[in-house]
């Protein structure tokens, strides 16, 4: 019968039959040791005595199956994929071979016969391969950034958000931070963390979030950056958006590390708010770049120092934009109706665009050639926006804010006419036509 291969049960039956056949063990206490019937371990103990360890494989074994589907019908199946599902996995070719040919294919039948036939590869074949990337020679040269959603303050707590922001050349942690979501008021607070740390780098290398590139290339609106990339560019560093997430490996790798070692360290250290954990974080990465920090190829830091004052640091890390102004002195910002005081210097300023500097802490000022405005804000609407559109990574922080407002029962909205939404003001009644006018005279 040739050679059989055996596992380890069957070797466990050949030894137990050999002690049988040389008498050194009983027919029924090789039965029992077997689990099968004296009868039938008699049977084995003949075949194995006649025929050797071969004599005990079943008589099917290495032949077809009698329920195996005939060649024809194998050919016409993959015949069909090739002419009309070509790249179609299994599923769907089996279902569409039943609806679309009448020719039944079990799922598992019909991968198996595409796999023989090289038109479906397993999950190991269609997986890619990336080329680590060599890293950059200088320390400040390039540095990556990047934020992780996670449950960082443990399993019972709400997620936030951990900006993270590595070296490159290095691996060290630069800057960490932890805020309720990733948005640009956030990146724009651990940008003024890591520069007056460490000074302006050469270039940040981060993904496609809209934090840092406009979404559609052929926007009407903005100035073809971002918030984030306006600032970078006043401050002369420059944003690479990375293709891939293995592109950004080393700041993905550092994400995967902080959410097993800086889980655990904040829970020995008991922290559960975000402004504790921010205060923990920078022993937390002094430790952390000791053990995990290497030098760089080449020796000298490419960081520039920072030359503007902190003054003007904040007004570059701010959102900022320009508002036409009105005949009525107002102008529109997020959902609120801003109208600037009556003076000698606004009474010159309908038709005209100013600057609004949005600091993220609440304040907001309106400037017009480096002089701040007075101005009054009206709410156009006290709840959450309707139908807002909301980036799934600021999903988290959004929906916090909308049970929060719910919890207050605020009041429906209240329909407003025409002069109160565009800011209409009275200015009294008209001057009396002349009588002339008022009979259709000229």
């Known amino acids: 019968m040739g050679l059989v291969l055996m596992d380890g049960r069957e070797l466990h039956r050949v030894g137990v039959l050999a002690e ?15 689990g099968l019937t004296a009868r039938h371990t008699r049977r084995l103990v003949e075949r194995y005595r006649t025929r050797g360890a071969a004599g005990l494989a079943h008589g099917l074994r290495g032949r077809p199956s009698n329920r195996q589907c005939p060649v024809a019908q194998r050919e016409q199946a993959l015949a069909l994929v090739r002419a009309h599902y070509q790249g179609y996995g299994p599923t769907l070719a089996s279902e569409l071979l039943w609806e679309q040919h009448k020719l039944r294919v079990p799922r598992e039948t019909l991968r198996g016969w ?3 036939a090289g038109l479906w590869l397993t999950r190991t074949q269609r997986r890619s391969f990336h080329q680590s990337r060599p890293r950059r020679e200088h320390l400040g040269e390039l540095v990556q950034i990047d934020g992780s959603e996670h449950r960082w303050l443990g399993p019972e707590h709400p997620a936030c958000t951990l900006l993270v922001f590595i070296d490159d050349a290095t691996s060290r942690l630069m800057q960490l931070r932890f805020v ?31 934090v840092f590139r406009v979404a559609k290339a052929d926007a009407v609106g903005g100035h073809g950056m971002t918030q984030f990339g306006r600032a ?26 902080l959410q097993d070692r800086l889980i655990k360290a904040l829970q020995r250290e008991g922290i559960v708010t975000i402004e504790a954990a921010n205060a923990f974080l920078p022993g937390f990465v002094e430790r952390h770049n000791a053990r995990f920090a290497v030098p760089p190829a080449r020796p000298g830091d490419l960081h520039r120092p920072l030359k ?4 003007r640091l904040h007004d570059v890390l701010c959102r900022r934009e320009l508002r036409y102004v009105g005949q009525q002195l107002q102008l529109s910002w997020q959902r609120k109706l801003l109208v ?28 017009w050639n480096g002089v701040v405005l007075p101005y009054l804000a009206f709410d156009k609407d006290q709840r959450v926006t309707h139908a807002a559109v909301v980036e799934n990574k600021r999903l988290s922080e959004a929906l916090a804010l909308v049970r929060e407002m719910q919890a ?19 200015r009294g009644r008209a001057r009396e036509r002349p009588l002339a006018a008022q009979q259709g005279g000229f």
């Open 408 to 426: 207050r029962s605020l009041p429906a909205p209240r329909l407003r006419t025409n002069s109160e939404r565009t800011g209409y003001v009275p």
């Open 308 to 311: 503007v004052t902190l003054s």
């Open 180 to 210: 309720p979501s990733e948005s640009t008021q956030s990146y724009f607070a651990a940008l003024e963390g890591y520069l007056t740390a460490h000074g302006c780098p050469v270039a940040f290398y981060s993904d496609k979030h809209t």
């Open 114 to 116: 595409m796999r023989a």
């Open 20 to 34: 049988v056949v040389d008498g050194s063990r009983s027919v029924a206490s090789g039965a029992a040791l077997l």
């Open 232 to 257: 970078l560019a006043e401050l002369n560093i420059e944003i690479l958006c990375a293709n891939s997430s293995q592109a950004k490996g080393r700041v993905e790798r550092a994400n995967r590390t």
């Open 340 to 367: 600037l005081e009556r003076n000698a210097l606004t009474e010159t300023l309908p038709g005209k665009h100013v600057e609004l500097f949005d600091f993220g802490d609440g304040r907001l000022e309106v400037r």
